[in-house]
Nanobody, 124 residues
């Protein structure tokens, strides 16, 4: 059974950092594309970052230079290091996985497997 569990969210002040974790079980992470999405109230879901099974890394323009995605295949975990957080980063963050190697390169493909989400709130 494929399962993704996110953690690491919280309430922080602008300019702070958080590191989100996504622990995968039920499949071998290294063969999957893993993406972080976020959704804020009243806004469309946004793909924030993606790490491909082939080594590709992608970022939304809104987070380039501030967020860093990484994966530890041995630990079946993907991380999202978020620095210089701003109020516009406030959202529920989800990790998602798919064995097809098109998640990172597509703006439209919706991954098959999703975690439950973790809330990130940036406020002074």
């Amino acid at each position: 059974q494929v399962q993704l569990v996110e953690s690491g969210g919280g309430l922080v002040q602008p300019g702070s950092s958080l590191r989100l974790s996504c622990v995968a079980s039920g499949f071998t992470l290294e063969y999957y594309d893993i993406a972080w999405f976020r959704q804020a109230p009243g806004k469309e879901r946004e793909k924030v970052s993606c790490t491909g099974s082939g080594g590709s890394l992608t970022y939304a323009d809104s987070v380039k230079g501030r967020f860093t995605i990484s994966r530890d295949n041995a630990e079946n975990t993907v991380y999202l290091q978020m620095d210089s957080l701003q109020p516009d980063d406030t959202a529920v963050y989800y990790c998602a996985a798919d064995p097809l190697s098109i998640v990172c390169g597509s703006n439209y493909y919706i991954p098959n497997y999703w975690g439950q989400g973790t809330q990130v709130t940036v406020s002074s």
